[in-house]
């Protein structure tokens, strides 16, 4: 589930790294990445496609296997995967961004959005901020779980809309814990179109893929070309359709409406590898010299956006506005996992090496622990770095291990970000 892979992947630093390395070893990489997607660690996964980008410069990608089981078609650079939550990295900024430019305020009430235009309000939305929703301190349950979406979730052709995604809403939450949570993220997508009055397609062209020349990453439902993406095959948690391992959707009878778009703004990407790590870099990879206090405006969000952006929102939670915050206090990672209807995605930028580290595979492993593209991150970066040693992608479901707080754990120290140009998303 989208909701179980918050912290698959994430890194927590205990090693001493080496410098970053000034030549890209392609033949280590490629080694890597094939040795990594042949292991029993990733058996169900047919493909897997990894980017690493540096101050929007694609420093390597490489990509392996086929779309499908049983298939001769092979992955390519161009193939896309359903980014997952990586997307919610997507809705965060151009959440800031509207908040930047006045249209909306971080700490107002919910529902003064929703119920603008004939909108419909929310169960205890009069008390939960746009931030809360943010950084999953709402106290909203996650769709997922509930009955009138499981019926319709692997129906290819049912046209969703986002009403009945918040129908899975019946009660004011108590806010305050950190509780992930898809709904969430749906709440903003609908935000942000009430607050701007343009659509979420229109605000990612005009906030991210357009300045950033983004073509093979999409958010409006239906737009990417069927043929182009790879087969997802998911082994269900067991509460969910009895654990069983499905392909959730048939590639040749379309593209289902619940696999990214505008309705499931938690999720709303659909992309290649590549322009997922050019988006990570031009977020939060190409600010230069934080000094644990300030940021320099980016290419996305301007220094202050990032400085909350990267702060978490909840002790312990590892979490700041729709980002991971992964630290010993020393080195640093920023990022998203995500999976979703059999993909799964890591998006890690590395403070230590300056890198933004993009993995994708067509295989989503259930509950039962790390999904492959987890297991693609490690092996990656792991040749990357010269054989230093990266931890094993992390089991926990929440992030207990991240220490203090950014700004209070970084002002011992400056972190190398860039800045320079423009990027992309999961679930």
């Given amino acids: 589930m989208k909701n179980q892979l918050l912290l698959v992947g994430a890194l927590t630093f205990g090693a001493t790294f080496s410098s970053v390395r000034a030549d890209i070893d392609a033949a280590a990489l490629q080694a890597a990445l094939d040795q ?11 493909g897997g496609a990894v980017a690493i980008v540096r101050d ?12 499908s089981r049983g298939s001769a078609a092979r992955i390519e650079a161009s193939t896309l995967f359903a ?23 971080l700490e107002a009430p919910i529902n003064d959005y929703l119920a603008r235009d004939g909108g419909a309000s929310v169960p205890g939305g009069d008390a939960v901020t746009v931030r809360q929703l943010l950084n999953h301190t709402s106290g909203y349950p996650t769709y997922e779980y ?28 108590a806010p305050g814990s950190f509780v992930y949570s898809g709904n969430n993220y749906v709440l903003l997508g609908e935000i942000l179109e009430r607050a701007t009055g343009r659509t979420y397609g229109q605000l990612y062209q005009s906030g991210i893929a357009g300045p950033l020349g983004l073509t093979r990453s999409f958010v409006d439902s239906g737009s990417a070309p ?27 009878a379309g593209v289902p409406t619940s ?55 909840a002790s312990d939670s590892g979490y700041g506005l729709g980002i991971n915050v992964d630290t010993d206090g020393v080195n640093f990672a920023f990022g998203h996992p995500g999976g979703w209807l059999g ?75 860039q800045a320079a140009l423009p990027w992309t998303a999961a679930r």
């Fill in 36 to 46: 990594s997607l042949a292991s029993a660690e990733n058996a169900g996964a047919t």
């Fill in 56 to 67: 929007g410069e694609v420093l390597w990608h490489g990509q392996r296997g086929v779309i």
């Fill in 83 to 105: 980014y997952g939550s990586v997307g919610k990295m997507v809705t965060a900024t151009l959440v800031l961004q509207a908040a930047e430019r006045g249209e909306l305020s």
């Fill in 146 to 173: 509930d009955p009138g979406v499981q019926a319709k979730l692997f129906d290819q052709d049912h046209a969703w809309t986002r009403a009945e995604v918040l129908a899975s809403i019946t009660a004011a939450p």
């Fill in 226 to 252: 069927r043929e182009a993406f790879a087969q997802g095959v998911w082994k269900l948690p067991p509460e969910l359709m009895e654990g069983t391992e499905i392909a959730a959707f048939d590639l040749t």
């Fill in 259 to 313: 696999l990214y778009g505008e309705v499931f703004a938690d999720s709303a990407v659909a992309g290649n590898a590549v322009d997922g790590a050019l988006f990570l870099d031009a977020l939060v990879g190409r600010a230069n010299e934080f000094d644990g206090v300030t940021i320099p405006d980016g290419v996305l969000l301007t220094g202050s956006s990032l400085v909350d952006m990267l702060t978490p929102g």
């Fill in 343 to 417: 993909y799964s995605a890591e998006a890690f930028y590395f403070s230590q090496w300056d890198i933004s580290v993009v993995t994708l595979a067509n295989y989503q492993n259930g509950s039962a622990g790390p999904h492959p593209a987890s297991f693609l991150l490690r092996d990656v970066v792991g040749a990357y770095a010269a054989g230093a040693a990266i931890p094993e992608p992390a089991t926990a479901v929440g992030l207990a291990a991240v220490t203090a707080l950014l700004v209070a754990a970084s002002r011992r120290r400056h972190i190398r970000f």
